[in-house]
């Protein structure tokens, strides 16, 4: 649904100060009239760097824009010709974040705004108004520039002060007359946004969700101090420019002044790049950390005067944020070794780095992914196997001689090295770690009438105050959500809301989100109010901290509004087990999360569009949903990624540089997929381009053998498989035949049959060379590749034997080989590791048949049905099956929602229900049911230009005759197809 190019007259406008500010809030007003007519059917086209909050009279209108390059802009136009007031004045305004820093959905530009108005007169179009220097400016003073980055893939965690800002500011009524006026930053066209292009997917949904229950409540004592601190930005500068990551090798310290000797506890809650840390010049040897990783926890003595805190900061940081803190019972302070800190600094320091360097670890120009040994992640506490040698730094000396400082004195002879911490790289505090980390929990029952806040009423919760402490209840929504908080309070000036969402607990037990801080700060202004939160975030439990209250609080109500790309679920399936029920819901669900602007891997973590997983997630989506719009949104950005790299970035638009080859692949295979579900000719010839190009780029990769040898992210799946970054992987070779092959088919449906011709060609010798050097005679079996150094792998794994299978690699006696892994996996073969490999697992078993189908269902009720057992509502990113995948024996995966692992929404309906396309664009279906155990079955597959076909199948005597219903459009041509060896009573309904 892509929206019309408009003649843009609007001028890009930001406010005074910095180009491109870190993490800055700002809002922009224009008042006007519109005279006694009105403007009759007006509307309005808007686009800002970074996002934007759009309000007309008071209304909120949307927020956008959609990830999209700086140089293909995107611009959302929206109706407001109903909001406007005849005969009085009028007012848009709309906030701006800019988030000043590169991430892996956005690149970093540089602050702006562009607005236009127009109305229709006499059927013209005429532009009312325009982003120009009569509009007002200013900072949001409420939100805290400060707040840390909630993870390496996204932006800020938000922080809110109400009491610093008046709510009304984009209301009509509100006097901006001490507001700057707009800066004018340039005409459409100038860089970074050289084109402006018209949003291309409809506008996401608002839906209300209220929680299910209060699950817990806790009398809390908070950690005295804390904060968030952004290390790869101080000892890496320039990084913010692009999100790959940096290594370095340094330190940072800081001073805790206390007035007697006393005992304290150092929290290093999230470690980032802290490989250790020493006290007054004691290193604190492993033994004496406490925690589970990656929390580290050490108690310590500090002096009466100063304590120098030293943390050694060295490895390779992609950007995630140290969570520090320090508790104790006596006063002290924090300050700067440097002595009396500048208006604009931390009370920390750097040291260093004593070297750094950029990582552009998976494209092909690196020379190694690490040039420097013994910059690893580990963090405090651990056993330091991987130190650093003389070779590797030049003031290696220098480096260790600072491990001993013990007071802030000594530091005077490394004043070239030393750099304090600006104030925007340090947090006033950390949420996360508050709520992570606590002096004391003590469980409390929940009162009936606390229970009150779950429900839609107009009588408020009253929040249970207690002395000397905060309290802390959990609520549960009963399933993911992804979206934005919004909630409303009757609060004392200055009492604090934390809100902290999370995926998963059980029995006591909180899986918490490192690595992402997901977290919100709200400071009170006095009474009633509301808020709706401004950053997106994914989470089923909701932990609710109050502080600092000075009178009781009266809670009306905690909601997210649940936001994704609208969809009709018009897919279905129900059949006679209740398990395989339950797992199509939290496929469906889960993709249902997973669709935004773009499809995401996730949407807690990381909320990014990864190129390879979003083609899995396209097929679940046909048959659950039947959206096309976003699967082609998603498959022409993937080219724009050229400018980094011609063998395409795996996620996009991205500022990290990262290429898995095998995620390219899955693009082109995707691109060829939504050719034949959809039939659309000027796509197949618009991305046949793009599809050669990537691919005559890949072919200067092969190897005198004619094998894939590369350096990249050779990834398939998150198992122990032998899979390394430089040299020749097997799985990746033969997903690129099978790429090749579906290229072939494209050049054929544009016209191009010589360049067909071709394409078949080196799909053959590609896959003879993978037979001829790949193959274990020993083994019978496919090895995992070959290293670099020409040694041959010793890894056999079920991946690669899959895959051989699935691409047609393995033909003849091979294949019936390949055919018996699959049935009865080896079991000193590495297994698989995450649901997304046993999306090509089914793939392969389905190409079996029937006893594949049935191989199939038994592995999904496994595997899937383990996710159930742990009351799942979405599905996981990996199975618990090997120590790579599973951090703690309570912790089942990472993500608990991941679109990349929700096969069953697509095989249930193809497979079981048995309806495929057998002609482009679904103008002839096949409808071949595969019941496995099942006693009947009944569903609906969308079909992609209007329509749906529905199934109902059923087994009578005995399982000896199906009785088969089909209802489709009288426009398909549909195919019925009953089980081999069954007889058949069909019934075929036209619609």
Known sequence: MRQLEIDWQAQWVWGNGEVSPRNEWRCFRKTFDVGSEGWGAAKISITADSRYALYVNGTKVGRGPVRSWPFEQSYDTYEIGHLLHKGRPNVIGVMVLHFGVSNFYYLRGRGGLLVQVESEHEGHSVVELVTDESWKASLHLGYDSRSGRMSCQQGYAERMDASAWPMDWYLPDYDDSAWDQATIVGAVGIEPWSRLVPR??????????????????????PVAWTASIDVRNQMVPESVNHANPVGFAGYMAT???????VKAVLGIVQPSTVKGCSVNGEWLEPERYTGVLPERYAEIELKAGDNLILLETTGVDHGRTLQLGIDCDAYFEVVSPLGEAGIDTSPFISIGPFTSFECIDHQESSDTLHPYEGLGSSSAGDDRKDELDADVLPAFNTYVEIRSLS????????????????????????????????KEALAQAVPYPLQQAVIPSVNPAILPRYEGADTEFILDFGRELSGFIQFEVDAAEGTILDFYGYEYMRDGWRQDTFDLDNTLRYTCSEGRQSYTSYVRRGFRYLMVTVRNDARAVKMYGVQVQQSNYPIAEIGKFQSSDALLNDIWQISKHTTRLCMEDTFVDCPAYEQVFWVGDSRN???????????????????????????????????????????I?????FWALASCEYYEHTGDEVFARDLWLHIRFTLEHYEQKLDDRGLLFIKGWNLLDWAPIDQPNNGVVTHQNMILVKTLRSAAELAKAVGDVGEAAEYEGKALRLSQAINKHLWSKERSAYLDCIHANGRASTVFSMQTQVIAYLCGVAEGERADQMKTYLFAPPTDFVQIGSPFMSFFYYEALAKMGRIGIDRMITDMRQHFGQMIEYDATTCWEMYPNFAENRANPDMLTRSHCHAWSAAPGYFLGAHVLGVTPA?????????????????????????????????????????????????????????????????????????
């Open 200 to 221: 291309d997917i409809p506008f996401l949904t608002e839906e209300l969700v209220w929680p299910v229950r209060i699950e817990s409540l806790h009398q809390v004592k």
């Open 255 to 261: 001073v805790v002044r206390t007035e007697k000797v």
């Open 407 to 438: 007071t802030a004195k000594d530091l005077s002879r490394y004043t070239d090295w030393i750099r304090p911490f600006p104030l925007e790289l340090v947090s006033r505090d950390s949420i996360f770690a508050l709520s992570v980390w606590k």
């Open 617 to 659: 997630e396209a097929l679940v989506n046909y048959y659950v949903f039947g959206a096309t719009e976003i699967v082609e949104r998603c498959l022409r950005l993937v080219p724009g990624s050229r400018t980094q790299t011609p063998l395409y970035v795996d996620q996009v638009p991205s500022a990290w540089s990262s290429v």
């Open 661 to 665: 080859p095998n995620w390219t692949f």
């Open 919 to 991: 002609d482009k664009g679904w103008r002839k279906v096949v409808v071949a049911p595969q019941p496995a155990d099942l006693q009947w079955a009944r569903g609906t597959v969308p079909l992609p230009q209007e329509g749906r076909i529905d199934v109902a199948w059923r087994l009578e005597e005995d399982g000896r005759v199906m009785r088969l219903q089909v209802w489709a459009p009288r426009s398909v041509d549909v195919e019925i197809c009953i089980p081999e060896g069954m007889d058949g009573i069909v019934e075929r309904h036209e619609v």
